[in-house]
Nanobody
Framework: QVQLVESGGGLVQPGGSLRLSCAASGFTFSNYRMNWYRQAPGKERELVAGISRGDGITDYVDSVKGRFTISRDNAKNTLYLQMNSLKPEDTAVYYC?????????WGQGTQVTVSS
């Protein structure tokens, strides 16, 4: 079955960096678009970044453009999110996501806290 396991979250000071990883299994990773979402307390879950299958075209929410980079390693079945110049408003639980067949799949999430 499809499994997505995130890692790499933690506590970081404003201006710092983190790299999130998502290990995928149970499906042909290279054939599917992959996404990072986040959900802050009291807010709806929002799409942060996505990367297409094949040529790896990326897209970002405006609030992270120029600071976050999504990438994928199809040989390792792993999705990444490099987050630089982090701000307190980036604090959230970050989720890896994909849509396979007729189902939407989510990881368990990893907490990112940006605070001094």
């Amino acid at each position: 079955q499809v499994q997505l396991v995130e890692s790499g979250g933690g506590l970081v000071q404003p201006g710092g960096s983190l790299r999130l990883s998502c290990a995928a299994s149970g499906f042909t990773f290279s054939n599917y678009r992959m996404n990072w979402y986040r959900q802050a307390p009291g807010k709806e879950r929002e799409l942060v970044a996505g990367i297409s299958r094949g040529d790896g075209i990326t897209d970002y929410v405006d609030s992270v453009k120029g600071r976050f980079t999504i990438s994928r390693d199809n040989a390792k079945n792993t999705l990444y999110l490099q987050m630089n110049s982090l701000k307190p408003e980036d604090t959230a639980v970050y989720y890896c996501n994909t849509f396979v067949g007729l189902s939407n799949y989510w990881g368990q999430g990893t907490q990112v806290t940006v605070s001094s």
